[in-house]
């Protein structure tokens, strides 16, 4: 049987259909998986071994049409469900199944905080997309298999970390889903470890902020509520040194990784990791928070305007950003 998978975007939700490649590959007979998705984010499927064949989205939608058409599938199956993947589906003509994205719950919990949302994972939403095929969820989690050549060598990292350290992935799509940087500082503090900050190079400046602040000797003028802070951390901005393969390297070497709700966060899930996830305008009941690994969950569930969003937004609507300032660091690392 010839299955398409289609997710164009992006690496948390891709990372996280990886049980549905895998049951599909496992559970039906002869079964042949192509998968397509956006070039960049190729990275991530490359080296699945569920995956037979990788289509990317490269040269407009219609180029994409044709090659699809060529393989000529048995069905397909949609986890994006959107405007261009339907365009997608209608073109092929043939049997197809399609993800249930919630739109109306979403909308109704975002917009008057009613909670019509199921309980239950992602992951799990994903695979009942495939329940028509006979397809049942198992229980390995998700999957993330990184190539020998971006194996991040132990030596690579500073001697102060190569005996065991914390993850701390400081990036996130939107502002309102990363801490504020005092923020940031108090959570490294807490944690008392040696940290590795994980990002794009997008988040190299705010990394370079914090590894300064935790080498400045404690003389220096800090923002008021920074002074009395410990300051034992030891931070390594790793931000933009890495990419994603190596990242994932590195937070398979690690101990505990902290992430707010982002791609990392699921790759440290696919590892299991236990990880602190961290929540601003988001929440973990939209069904996104680590999948089948030990967590903790860090959030503000005193405000009443949360969620503001199902994405996130560049500042917070109402000025206060009470979701992210108001989190209490309530945790304990042997």
């Not at 440290?268 to 990791?273: N, S, V």
Request: with cysteine.
């Amino acid at each position: 049987m010839k299955v398409l998978i289609i997710r164009f975007s992006s690496i948390g939700d891709i990372v996280l259909t990886t049980p549905v490649v895998r049951a599909l590959k496992t559970q039906l007979k002869d079964a042949e998986i192509h998968y397509t998705t956006k070039p960049k984010f190729k990275v991530i499927l490359e080296s699945n071994p569920y995956v037979d064949k990788l289509i990317l989205l490269e040269n407009g939608l219609w180029s994409l049409i044709r090659q699809l058409r060529r393989e000529r599938y048995d069905c397909i199956i949609d986890l994006h469900n959107n405007l261009r993947t339907r365009f997608i589906k209608m073109a092929l003509g043939v049997q197809s199944y399609s993800f249930n994205k919630l739109n109306i719950e979403k909308w109704l919990r975002v917009t008057f905080k009613i909670d019509k949302l199921p309980n239950i994972h992602l992951v799990e939403r994903y695979l009942a997309t495939t329940a028509p095929l006979g397809i049942k969820a198992d229980a390995l989690g998700l999957d993330y298999f990184i190539p020998e050549s971006d194996e991040v060598p132990i030596d690579w990292l500073p001697a102060t970390h190569r005996s065991g350290y914390v993850v701390y992935a400081i990036g996130a799509q939107h502002a309102t889903k990363r801490l504020p940087l005092k923020r940031m500082i108090e959570l490294c503090d807490k944690i008392n470890k040696p940290i590795i900050l994980l990002g794009g190079p997008d988040d190299a400046i705010v990394g370079q902020q914090l590894q300064e602040f935790f080498e400045y000797p404690a003389d220096q003028d800090y923002e008021a509520g920074l002074k009395e802070l410990n300051k034992q951390a030891i931070v390594y901005n790793a931000c933009g040194k890495f990419n994603l393969n190596q990242s994932a390297s590195v937070l398979r070497q690690a101990k505990y990784v902290f992430t707010h709700d982002t791609g990392l966060m699921h790759i440290a899930a696919a590892f299991k990791k236990e990880i602190f996830s961290i929540w601003g305008n988001t929440i973990p009941e939209f069904g996104m928070y680590p999948y089948r690994t030990r967590f903790t969950v860090l959030e503000n569930k005193k405000v009443d305007c949360r969620p503001c969003s199902k994405i996130g937004y560049q500042k917070c609507p109402k000025g206060h950003f009470n979701c992210m300032n108001g989190i209490v660091f309530d945790f304990y690392l042997p």
